[in-house]
Nanobody, 125 residues
């Protein structure tokens, strides 16, 4: 099973940027998906962006044009670069790993079985 350890996050003013990192280990095979999800109190985990082994990406509409997911296989680290942050982006952010389904990755959290510890992102207006 994949192990995930997150770093980054914190507080920023609206319009600012943050980068989240997620170091992974135990990753094997060529059918894994990795991604970022976020959660606010009282709500389920919302998919932000996911990436497959070929670099193919799927992003939520709320993230398109502002957030970029990337993966450095040499450093075994997943990233989420967040630009033009808005107060509504404030949440606990989690990285996750899971199996691809029919070769595709999805923003649905139920497809993911390994989770990072979470990191808080706060955006002030």
């Amino acid at each position: 099973q994949v192990q995930l350890v997150q770093s980054g996050g914190g507080s920023v003013q609206a319009g600012g940027s943050l980068r989240l990192s997620c170091a992974y280990s135990g990753y094997s095979g060529d059918r894994y998906c990795m991604g970022w999800f976020r959660q606010t109190p009282g709500n389920g985990r919302e998919g932000v962006a996911v990436i497959d082994n070929t670099g193919g990406r799927v992003s939520a509409d709320s993230a398109k044009g502002r957030f970029t997911i990337s993966k450095d296989n040499a450093k075994t680290t997943l990233y989420l670069q967040m630009d033009s942050l808005k107060p509504e982006d404030a949440a606990m952010y989690y990285c996750a790993a899971g199996r691809a389904l029919y070769g595709r990755c999805y923003l649905d959290s139920t497809f993911y079985i390994s989770w990072g510890q979470g990191t808080q992102v706060t955006v002030s207006s």
